[in-house]
């Protein structure tokens, strides 16, 4: 591939997904830095090798996946942090404390939680898509929300 049509393959994967990328990526790293690094990681990944694809939903899920795991190698690396309200409200693009307050309670679930959180409620994906991105079971990506609206409610009792 030349220069011109990897440049090419490159602008229209990231008008595709980079947007929804970039969130998730803030969404685990904390920050627009590591965010906009994690993301060029996953776009160098994907122009360096040749991956072939069943369908554009199969697409997606390998770089939704490929997004979550550069940025949990990110935080191995760096080591976990807990991140501030002010970076929080950053990233809602709001000053509303309770979605900072609530977005600060998922970014403190468990991994596995939270990845099916982000995926559901943020980027709108199905439960039988969540289970194929994360190679899961439906009933497991259930269980997983269940859980997760289970601690965030004891957690935000004080809004009730």
Same mark, same amino acid.
């Given at each position: 591939? &030349?220069?011109?049509?990897? @440049?090419?393959?490159?602008?229209? %994967?990231?008008?595709?997904?980079?947007?929804? $990328?970039?969130?998730?990526?803030?969404?685990?790293?904390?920050?627009?830095?590591?965010?906009?690094?994690?993301? =060029?990681?996953?776009?160098?990944?994907?122009?360096?090798?040749?991956?072939?694809?069943?369908?554009? +939903?199969?697409?997606?899920?390998?770089?939704?996946?490929? /997004? =979550? &795991?550069?940025?949990?190698?990110? !935080?191995?690396? %760096?080591?976990?942090? &807990?991140?501030?309200?002010? @970076?929080? /409200?950053?990233?809602?693009?709001?000053?509303? /404390?309770?979605? *900072?307050?609530?977005?600060?309670?998922?970014?403190? $679930?468990?991994?596995?939680?939270?990845?099916?959180?982000?995926?559901?409620?943020?980027?709108?994906? /199905?439960?039988?898509?969540?289970?194929?991105?994360?190679?899961?079971?439906?009933? *497991?990506?259930?269980?997983? !929300?269940?859980?997760?609206?289970?601690?965030? %409610?004891? +957690? !935000? @009792?004080?809004?009730?």
């Amino acid at each position: 591939m &030349n220069k011109r049509d990897l @440049e090419k393959e490159f602008e229209s %994967k990231y008008k595709d997904y980079g947007r929804m $990328l970039f969130r998730i990526a803030c969404l685990y790293a904390g920050n627009k830095a590591d965010a906009e690094d994690i993301l =060029q990681e996953v776009f160098m990944k994907y122009l360096s090798g040749k991956y072939h694809f069943k369908d554009k +939903e199969h697409e997606k899920a390998w770089f939704i996946r490929v /997004t =979550q &795991n550069k940025a949990l190698d990110l !935080l191995k690396r %760096k080591g976990r942090r &807990n991140i501030s309200l002010d @970076e929080i /409200t950053e990233l809602t693009y709001e000053k509303d /404390t309770y979605s *900072a307050d609530i977005l600060k309670r998922i970014m403190a $679930l468990p991994e596995k939680y939270k990845s099916c959180v982000i995926l559901y409620y943020y980027d709108g994906y /199905t439960v039988e898509e969540i289970s194929a991105i994360l190679k899961i079971s439906k009933s *497991a990506v259930k269980m997983r !929300l269940k859980r997760s609206r289970e601690i965030l %409610k004891t +957690e !935000l @009792e004080d809004y009730v």
